[in-house]
């Protein structure tokens, strides 16, 4: 028996041994050919099953002000989306969410209807919204984490900043014209997630995806103090809107642009679309009046004119043609100084006879009417000048007292601040950095002089006829400041209507000037719209001018002239000392 | 005699075998368990990593939060209000201005 045993055991230990062979030999073929023909395959179904990829945009960037003071920031908010295939009773679960977002019931049930995989049922819903809803505990709806704008400082500066969509593009103003450097970038990342679906290890990458920052050179203080006396002008007079402008002379740096009646960026859509748009870039004005200043400019740098040279003014009334100019008050004999200074549209008229319409048409061109200054807000007008060659005897008049041309308030108060900066036009710029989110410098604008338009001695012989305006007996009285000398020019503009024709009672009262005259800081322009009270310039927009230069001044530390040197003194250790 | 010395061989051989066979067998499982260890501190370390980042996240959604409520709070219409309407300050004239050098 134990022979036997012993006989077969061999035979036995080599058939097991070679079924185990083949077995193990099997499994190995079949895991060689799963690592190496279908490893890529089998690798993809597992990373399915443990993985979970995203998809987001980074964050747009801040806009801060001249101070890094933040004007337009981006916030986290969540938005909550609705599975219809999901729902099982739409009628219950839209009630429901009626009532907890305060939307109406109808639409929503409606929507939730609709044969879509997805429907947002409320874009940036308030936390408050958030709980509700997640209380409710609904299967079929989902919470998505998105980013919005907002804007902290509300109405200021609202139509230089702009505003995005619901999708975060800039539809107005920096918003739309920076929106490729604001804009994040796309990125996705994968979270693993284990077997509870619950993500236990993301690869998110931390390289920033957010936008640029913008650095304004709007100061919000400055933009406040214009914003505050602008919409006091408009009211006093009852008017229909308003523009103020406020820019360094020196580097062309808008330190402030106004607009009222002004609008919430933060809800823009329930505003009045014409209110969108900056206006002190994008719409043309006559300039009226105003434009004597580069009548006189012509006149001195072309014309071989001084300011004492002298004009008759035709008593009141004076013919050109088939057309009759008048002035407000009659004049006999005016100095060049007094044209201005009176404002006489036959002085005007008269000098551009002297000068020639070709010197007056150089000047203008020269002092950048015409053409588009190239500040980087879109929409900006051109404004119209039309050639010398095409006036006629009444044109060349008209356009010496700025009837007949049109013009931005932003071109106007370049051409002013090139006469306070000796006679050089700085190019006017509203961003002069944009950032990176650690705050170092991507790319810098600085001052850009875009050519001398007269002479310095031209220009100061200009200031001294300027000054003259807000002198006592000047029509920019009401623009003279205690402390400070000032350089300006009253203008009263009169409306066209649908016609072309001029309509009447309806005026565009301004005022453009720039102070201290002897090293000016600030140039300003103040234009009120139809005002109703009264149209006159130096009326109306004068003494907005002076609320805004001296508050202005202030702000900026600029010490008053008629101080006595040295008989108030501070020191920022022990306050007054004497 | 020639046999027992043969059967001892065998059992030294045998214990031989054996003692290297266990320690084979105890560097696997000691292996297997620190394989495990690693892969437990791993994963755990992952959920510390997602929760840390979650807490990052809601952190500097917080700050940004803040910040925002900071311009809200700092700016000029609201200041320009506290000062005339609750202190009653003015703006002041040119003489009462007073320049810091």
């Known amino acids: 028996m134990r022979a036997v045993e012993t006989k077969y055991i061999k035979f036995r230990i080599t058939i097991v041994g070679f079924i185990f062979t083949a077995l193990i030999s099997a499994i190995g073929a079949k895991a060689g050919y799963l690592q190496i023909y279908q490893s890529s395959w089998l690798a993809k179904k597992a990373s399915a099953q443990y993985e979970r990829p995203f998809k987001e945009l980074g964050k747009r960037g801040t806009i801060f002000d001249a101070n890094l003071r933040e004007m337009a920031v981006s916030i986290n908010t969540t938005s909550i989306a609705a599975y219809p295939h999901k729902i099982q009773d739409t009628a219950a679960t839209a009630k429901m969410l009626a009532n907890s977002l305060n939307i109406d019931f109808k639409i929503l049930q409606r929507r939730l209807l609709a044969k879509k995989p997805f429907i947002w049922v409320k874009r940036q819903a308030t936390p408050k919204e958030v709980n509700a809803v997640k209380n409710l505990n609904l299967d079929s709806v989902g919470f998505l984490s998105e980013t919005s704008r907002f804007y902290p400082q509300k109405t200021l500066a609202a139509q230089t900043i702009g505003f995005t969509g619901m999708d975060g593009k ?14 994040g970038s796309d990125f996705e990342y994968v979270v693993l997630k284990d077997a509870l679906g619950q993500g236990f290890n993301s690869e998110k990458t931390t390289t920033d995806y957010s936008g640029k920052n913008i650095v304004l050179t709007i100061d919000q203080t400055i933009q406040y103090i214009t914003e505050k006396a602008l919409k006091e002008a408009v009211d006093e007079n009852f008017a229909k809107s308003g523009i103020a402008v406020v820019m360094s002379p020196k580097t062309g740096a808008i330190l402030s642009i106004a607009q009222y009646p002004s609008l919430n960026p933060n809800s823009y859509e329930k505003f009045d679309r014409n209110l969108w748009r900056n206006r002190a870039i994008t719409d043309p004005f006559e300039p009226g009046s105003i434009m004597k200043v580069f009548t006189a400019a012509a006149a001195i740098e072309h014309g071989n004119c001084s300011e004492n040279t002298a004009f008759f003014c035709e008593n009141g009334e004076y013919r050109i043609g088939k057309n009759i100019i008048h002035d407000t008050h009659p004049h ?46 879109p929409g900006e007008t051109s404004g119209t000048v039309t050639s010398y060659k095409n006036w006629r005897a009444i044109d060349a008049g008209t356009i010496s007292f700025g009837q007949g041309i049109s013009a931005s308030p932003l071109q106007i108060i370049s051409a002013v601040s090139a006469i306070a900066n000796d006679g050089i036009l700085m190019k006017p710029y509203i961003v002069q950095a944009i950032t990176d989110q650690q705050g170092l410098t991507v790319s810098r604008f600085d001052p850009i002089p875009v050519r001398q338009t007269i002479s310095s001695a031209a220009s100061n012989k200009l200031k001294d006829i300027l000054m003259s305006v807000t002198e006592k007996d000047g029509t920019g009285f009401n623009a003279a400041l205690e402390g400070y000398t000032v350089c300006g020019k009253t203008g009263t503009a009169q409306k066209t209507d649908e016609t072309g024709r001029y309509a009447k009672g309806k005026y565009i009262s301004s005022f453009v000037g720039f102070t201290p005259a002897e090293n000016p800081e600030v140039a300003i322009l103040v234009l009120v719209d139809e005002p109703t009270k009264t149209h006159y310039g130096g009326i109306v927009s004068a003494p907005a001018f002076k609320k805004i230069a001296q508050e202005t001044l202030t702000y900026m530390n600029i010490q008053p002239k008629n101080r006595e040197a040295g008989k108030l003194r501070v020191s920022r250790e022990s306050g007054l000392l004497g | 005699m020639r046999d027992t010395k043969k059967i001892s061989r065998n059992k030294k051989t045998g214990l031989k075998l054996a003692a290297i066979w266990s320690t084979i067998a105890i560097l696997f499982i000691t292996e297997l368990f620190l394989y495990t260890w690693c892969r437990v501190q791993c994963v755990k370390t992952g959920y510390e990593i997602t929760k840390e980042t979650d807490r990052r996240i809601k952190l500097s959604s917080l700050q940004n939060n803040l910040k925002v409520e900071i311009a809200h709070l700092k700016s000029p219409q609201r200041i320009a209000k506290i000062a005339t309407m609750k202190l009653g300050l003015i703006i002041p004239t040119p003489e009462k201005m007073i320049i810091i050098p």
Not at chain 1, 170 to 183: A, M, P, R, S, T
Not at chain 1, 346 to 369: C, H, M, N, W
């Open chain 1, 332 to 377: 006999g004999w005016l100095t060049l100084k007094e044209v201005v200074k009176l404002s006489s549209n036959i002085g005007a008229s008269k000098v551009v006879q002297k000068t020639g319409p070709e010197s007056l048409y150089r000047t203008l061109k020269d002092f950048g009417f015409g053409e588009k200054t190239g500040i980087n807000c």
């Open chain 1, 170 to 183: 800039g539809l107005e103003g920096i918003e739309f014209y920076y929106d490729n450097q604001l804009k």
